[in-house]
């Protein structure tokens, strides 16, 4: 992979405004719409009845397995077709057979996604859930795993953590926590919304037993997509919560009232039902995956990201909030004197920059946020500061 | 409403095949593929991440309610938006307070639909599952309730039921079942894949207390869109099984551990996080319901049903399995010497002809099923039953 300009040519999104909100939705390539062009005129001029529409669905569906389990280094049969990281979420984490009085830690710095599965389990279930205080998720990765340690009681069943923090932008040492939790048999569950696409990853060599990502972030696909990964010997500590076409198997044992789910994390799949969400799904994620390649995307994040935290490190009343040593595709950050929704209305109603801000929870920071992909470039970090420069000098 | 040719000119995918399979899939019409085509555009050359991406979302699926509420004889805050019939019945099934021991009622004819999630509170919560055998569906409306009421004990607390059974196609008497099981404290939770659309419905003089339907079968909405009608006295006997962006208000009470359900139905929304998907439902419900009508449709369902009926009936070797009293769109029939996938695939293959076959559940009939619609005329009909009558030949 070269010539940047090239890349950006596949994503029209991109011109039309400074794009540094991947966080929330990132932008459509073009073969996922030309993709998506060909289902919906399908479903416009042929009878979407044919024998061969169910299987064609699941098919589909199957494609984007496969092109998933690809960038994150797993295999098909691990990879649920979702709507979105909350999708994930709430099937792993009600999906275990919970009994009153078990315990769910989660950190300080969750979305929603995480958190109200796990509010929706202990107000449902009885299951304690416990809030781990790690700050801003940076500092040494040994003092966040220590901290969940001694949270673990022999009630402990469920870690609920993000891999990047939406709010604080900090990437948390994931695979040092499966291991910790690992060995008290704590199953974790871990939000992906902000890392499945811009972090190179290696899920079996994580260990994590369950990973939900979004399709609509950083792996450009459309709006309502999703996947959750289950890891191959955890598909059976979770139950089926939610049941439709493809996630069970074979005929019903009517009077029995039993039947089988679907092999591995298929049963798990909540989306998947139409074709033109999923064609899309699958030719984004086999572009990003194939054309791009998960060890470019993740070095030219990095790279991308260094250089705007050096940026806005520089300017004159910026606090950082992202701490620098956990930097993934997220920077958080204050500017004095102007509330992190003020700044974006302004970057975006005077400069054509659209980044967002995070709104503060109890334990949570109030920021501007930025996210840097693949598709930025420095002439993006120089709209920004230049924008946050000119709307400094107005206060 | 006046000339079927003008209406079938908005539905391009009824010239592709004589369409008699809308119980899958209807074909779409020219309003919501245009409406979807404006959101895939936008997604595409527009970054979807301005400040109006989240509200313009919520009110799309405000008008999904809105115009599925004028449909069904409800208000919209009564209408979840949901991606499938299936999504809308584990959602009322998973969303009841279960107790291990209670009961949960269905009858012989349901569809996985409804079935599995009975299966799975089952499995999950120690539900007992009782199925009530009431034939085909026909007779007596009275002898259907009475063989209800007879399996009620004191621990029943819901009756799942098909509102038009897809096997034998017999348009259950819903509403006196709902007055007989509220006589008793039951819930009644209905399965409606086969009666939202073609048939005319007042849900509040049914009284039924949550009923769920596909978008894209009799209301020839794309795939992967549904909706659940929860009755508005009725939302708080459900919990949230699902939880996602528009299912809760405002903010979490973090160390609280609680967060507050949104207002009405929209707290079991599934669905509605893709701008293409919504907007297509949105249009062709719309456009069903404005320009068509629900009076217009039932009654030329009827006609075009009972046309089919009769031309079925004086086929010799045809045997009908749908209860001719309780008729809706849906018509089960079987012919002597030809399995249904045998016949369906040579209607198919060897006549333009698309119908579909239902398959044997222990106490479920095998059968051909023919859908007729209200774009079906008497040529379609025409075409079906001289395609048997040459296979017949053939025999």
Same mark, same amino acid.
């Given at each position: ?104 830690? @989660? ?5 929603? =996604? !995480?958190?109200?599965?796990?509010? *929706?389990?202990?107000? +449902? %279930? ?122 069970? @198997? ?5 009077? =029995? !009232?039993?039947?089988?789910?679907? *092999?591995?994390?298929? +049963? %798990? ?127």
């Amino acid at each position: 992979m070269a010539d940047i300009n090239i890349v950006r040519d596949q994503l029209p999104g991109v011109t039309d405004t400074v794009y540094l909100n991947t966080g929330t939705c990132g932008p459509l390539p073009l073969v996922a719409y030309e993709a998506m062009r060909e289902e919906m005129s399908h479903d416009l001029t042929k009878a979407r009845i044919d024998s061969d529409h169910f299987p064609s669905l699941g098919r589909k569906r199957n494609e984007v397995r496969e092109a998933v389990a690809s960038y994150v280094g797993a295999v098909p049969s691990e990879i649920a077709v979702t709507s979105s990281t909350t999708d994930g979420m709430y099937v792993a984490i009600l999906g275990y057979r919970w009994q009153a009085g078990d315990e769910l830690l @989660m950190s300080n710095i969750e979305h929603p =996604g !995480g958190m109200v599965p796990s509010f *929706l389990v202990k107000r +449902r %279930f009885g299951v304690r859930v416990k809030v781990v205080d790690i700050g801003l998720g940076g500092g040494d990765p040994a003092d966040v795993v220590a901290a969940f340690e001694r949270a673990i009681t022999p009630r402990t069943r469920m870690i609920v953590i993000s891999h990047v923090s939406y709010t604080t932008g900090a990437k948390l040492p994931l695979k040092e926590l499966v291991t910790m939790a690992h060995a008290h048999d704590v199953l974790v569950v871990a939000d992906a919304a902000q890392s499945y696409g811009p972090v190179a990853l290696d899920l079996h060599d994580i260990g994590v037993d369950a990973y939900a990502g979004s399709g609509q972030k950083w792996m450009c696909g459309p709006d309502g997509t999703g996947m959750l990964y289950v890891r191959a010997d955890r598909v059976g500590d979770f139950e089926q919560t939610f049941v439709a076409g493809g996630t069970t @198997m074979g005929t019903l044992d009517y009077f =029995g !009232g039993s039947y089988a789910p679907a *092999l591995g994390a298929a +049963r %798990f799949d909540t989306a998947g039902r139409n074709t033109i969400l999923t064609a899309g799904q699958a030719a984004a994620t086999r572009w990003i995956s194939s054309e791009l390649g998960k060890d470019w995307v993740s070095t030219r994040v990095q790279e991308m990201a260094g250089l705007a935290y050096e940026e806005l490190s520089r300017l004159k009343g910026v606090t950082m909030v992202t701490p620098k040593e956990a930097v993934a595709g997220l920077i958080a950050f204050n500017v004095d004197g102007i509330s992190g929704p003020d700044l974006s209305a302004r970057l975006a109603g005077e400069h054509g920059v659209t980044i967002r801000y995070v709104t503060k929870y109890i334990n949570n920071p109030e920021a501007a946020r930025v996210s840097l992909h693949y598709f930025n470039t420095p002439e993006d970090l120089g709209a920004l500061t230049e924008g946050i420069q000119s709307i400094q000098g107005t206060l």
